[in-house]
């Protein structure tokens, strides 16, 4: 009879490891498809920056570059509007009315839509006139493209926030074929320029999104028991005007250097520059797939367990950035040169020394977002936009009279040491922010959430 006990207690542990080998089993494939889907994603887009750089002149290259990372920082200002606030409070505040809520964020794309291709219209046709021919078709590619690709990234995004990674692997694999045949039959044309590429994107973009959209099924109806415009719009502007702002500030860095070496030296060295950080592009778009199930996933790990043990899991989710990182780069480096002259027809070498300059930033960049992540779950986007306050004013102080004053290689070391900047006082806020919560639990009722700023 006295093994009875011991015999249940061992049942009882078998059955544990069980389920935790199943969890972490569905968790590995969710990242499978994650991984899959950005990595769809991510390559079509750099593929088609490769074969832009192969087949178009230097200055219309340089004009493509300049365009995206004006198009990066308006997807910012919605990310941080829409998206980043939607995988927060889609599994936690609205997780009883998911279709009602997705069905209020759809319309507010609309309006954003609306808005960013009024604005980005009338700046294409200025700088067309009067700044530069290759810039202003450019621009207007990208007006066109914007809303369409940030309805696809809504529309994935809302897939993550249901924990459905495959679901937006299909959207992925639908967008990948219809923007590469796209620019096939636009070489093939001899059409291949920056405004025909933004086209093709936005029109792919869009016909992936509305399957997406079909299958998420929003419900676009008023409903009395469901959140309201106006709650949504208003719990998104609390959240979002600090993360806007962290948002810009994280632009900064890898893309402030794209007018300044325009300015300073010239459309056809901002595309050299672009052919250098397109390497970094593969990581970077790993990085940002897991990050869309690690936020929601720490969101309510924070909510289960309490934010004084998610010291430990920013510092594990920085690490496994950084050594993913590490692989990838050192891979780089390794073959260089071979891989530069495949990339771009024997184009562009000058770039070669650089690439481990670039690794480094990214690496740390890969450590950085542990910190990040775990702030934001904490619903404290002030304090990520510290972080990245601290990086952009390393990236602009040290950038402006380096690229100036070296070119492409002054702009390699601003982002070296803006990372820097980032990772030290990233770590450094986080161990505040816990420390708040510490010290609430301990004169207060305990705390499962740090309310936002």
Same mark, same amino acid.
């Given at each position: 009879m006295s093994d009875v006990p011991f015999l249940s207690a061992l049942q009882n542990l078998k059955n544990e490891v069980a389920s935790r080998s199943c969890g972490w089993g569905r968790w590995l494939i969710k990242g499978m498809y994650a991984v899959l889907d950005q990595g769809l994603i991510s390559g079509s887009n750099f593929l088609l920056g490769i074969l832009l750089a192969r087949?178009?002149?230097?200055?219309?290259?340089?004009?493509?570059?300049?365009? $995206?990372? *004006? $198009?990066?920082?308006?997807? *910012?200002?919605?990310?941080?509007?829409?998206?980043e606030p939607m995988t927060v409070f889609g599994p936690s505040v609205y997780h009883t009315a998911p279709k009602q809520y997705l069905g209020i964020l759809v319309q507010l794309q609309m309006v954003l839509g609306a808005a960013m291709f009024g604005v980005g219209a009338l700046g294409g046709g200025y700088f067309h006139a009067r700044v530069s021919a290759e810039l202003g078709p450019a621009l207007m590619g990208a007006t066109i493209a914007a809303p369409c690709v940030l309805l696809f990234w809504f529309a994935r995004r809302a897939c993550y926030v249901e924990l459905s990674p495959s679901r937006a692997l299909g959207g992925a694999m639908l967008y990948m074929p219809l923007l590469l045949s796209s620019i096939w039959v636009l070489r093939r044309l001899k059409l291949l320029s920056p405004f025909f590429a933004f086209a093709a994107m936005g029109v792919s973009a869009l016909l992936a999104s509305a399957e997406l959209l079909w299958r998420l099924n929003p419900r676009l109806g008023r409903d009395p028991q469901g959140p309201c415009l106006r709650e949504v719009s208003r719990?998104?502007?609390?959240?979002?005007?600090?993360?806007?702002?962290?948002?810009?500030?994280?632009?900064?860095?890898?893309?402030?250097?794209?007018?300044?070496?325009?300015?300073?030296?010239g459309l056809a060295e901002t595309g050299t520059l672009r052919a250098l950080l397109n390497l970094a592009l593969p990581i970077t778009q790993a990085h940002s797939a897991l990050t869309l199930l690690f936020l929601p996933y720490t969101a309510r790990l924070g909510q289960q367990e309490g934010w004084r043990a998610m010291k430990w899991q920013a510092m594990r989710i920085g690490?496994?950035?950084?050594?993913?990182?590490?692989?990838?780069?050192? $891979?780089?480096?390794? $073959?260089?040169?071979?891989?530069?002259?495949?990339?771009?027809?024997?184009?562009?070498?000058?770039?070669?020394?650089?690439?481990?300059?670039?690794?480094?930033?990214?690496? *740390?960049?890969?450590?950085?977002?542990g910190p990040t992540i775990v702030i934001r779950a904490m619903q404290s986007p002030a304090s990520v936009c510290w972080i990245y306050l601290c990086s952009s004013a390393v990236a602009a102080g040290v950038g402006a009279p380096a690229i100036w004053a070296w070119g492409m290689r002054g702009a390699v070391v601003a982002l070296v040491l803006s990372s820097l900047a980032a990772l030290v006082s990233g770590y450094v806020i986080l161990r505040t922010r816990v420390g708040t919560v510490q010290s609430r639990a301990t004169f207060e009722e305990p705390v499962v959430a740090v309310l936002p700023h």
């Open positions: 087949w178009t002149g230097a200055e219309q290259y340089g004009a493509y570059a300049l365009a $995206f990372a *004006i $198009f990066i920082l308006v997807s *910012i200002v919605y990310q941080a509007l829409v998206l719990r998104h502007w609390n959240y979002g005007r600090w993360a806007l702002a962290g948002a810009v500030f994280l632009w900064v860095p890898w893309n402030i250097c794209y007018p300044l070496v325009t300015k300073f030296w690490g496994v950035y950084a050594a993913g990182a590490g692989v990838y780069w050192l $891979f780089v480096c390794m $073959f260089g040169g071979p891989l530069v002259h495949f990339l771009y027809a024997g184009r562009y070498t000058e770039i070669i020394p650089l690439l481990p300059w670039v690794a480094v930033s990214s690496i *740390i960049g890969g450590a950085l977002l």
